[in-house]
């Protein structure tokens, strides 16, 4: 089945520590986003890439990047991670930028900053 | 800037009864979309119904369909036959051209009682 992955499902981390989140999806869609959700709060959109084209929310601190080597693969890398940064990471796709199609959630990936 | 309410933080419903989730929204488009997606505990996020604006009819899936008033903002969802397994957080989502990004609410947790 057409899917996105999320990999891993649970991440520990050291305060300071860098740390690298992966996302890979089989719907070769051109559009994948990066959410952070804290506990039960609503997903907030970190950024997007289009095809190659990368765009970062306006608040969405430095300290997180994201790379994405082709179409299918998607990194998130939060270069010292703060307690703050704790939370779920949600990756999603969609085919175009337009609420047409509907965004694909991956099934996260837990973060602890220990 | 469009907002998204979702003014009950909790619902509970009996198993086989219907349930009302609200939504609001608030935007100065004519043309967007709106979302139902719903998450389950330690699952992923899933689309459970989408209307487009400029359908007047509401959109319907199985069990669930909504209640869509283009003029007072508002965005319900209905839920008939509830089930154990709908038991999650429902959020509702608004995507528009002026941003091109979804723009979620705060979130309904959803209980059935057996």
């Known amino acids: 089945d057409a899917m996105v992955i999320q990999n891993p499902r649970y991440q520990v981390t050291q305060f300071g520590k860098p740390v690298t989140l992966s996302c890979s999806q089989t719907?070769?869609?051109?559009?994948m986003y990066w959410y952070q959700q804290k506990s039960s709060q609503a997903p907030k959109l970190l950024f997007h890439?289009?095809?190659?084209?990368?765009?970062n929310e306006a608040d969405t601190p430095d300290n997180f990047q994201s790379r994405r080597p082709n179409t299918s693969f998607c990194f998130l890398d939060i270069r010292s991670p703060g307690l703050g940064d704790a939370a779920m990471y949600l990756c999603?796709?969609?085919?175009?930028?337009?609420?047409?199609?509907?965004?694909?959630f991956g099934p996260g990936t837990r973060l602890t900053v220990l | 800037a469009q907002t998204v309410t979702q003014s009950q933080p909790e619902m509970s419903v009996q198993e086989a009864e219907t349930v009302t989730l609200s939504c609001t929204y608030d935007?100065?488009?004519?043309?967007?979309?709106l979302f139902w997606y719903k998450q389950p505990p330690s699952r992923q996020m899933i689309l459970v119904i989408r209307?487009?604006?400029?359908?007047?009819q509401n959109a319907t899936e199985n069990r669930f369909s909504v209640n869509f008033q283009k003029a007072a903002k508002s965005f319900s969802l209905k839920i008939s036959d509830s089930q154990l397994g709908d038991a999650a957080m429902y959020f509702c989502?608004?995507?528009?051209?002026?941003?091109?990004?979804?723009?979620f609410g705060t979130g309904t947790l959803l209980a059935v009682q057996p």
């Open positions: 209307q487009e604006a400029y359908k007047q």
């Open positions: 719907l070769n869609h051109n559009v």
């Open positions: 890439y289009y095809d190659k084209d990368f765009n």
């Open positions: 999603a796709t969609s085919r175009d930028k337009t609420g047409r199609n509907e965004q694909f």
């Open positions: 935007t100065s488009e004519s043309d967007y979309y």
């Open positions: 989502a608004y995507h528009g051209g002026a941003t091109n990004k979804l723009i």
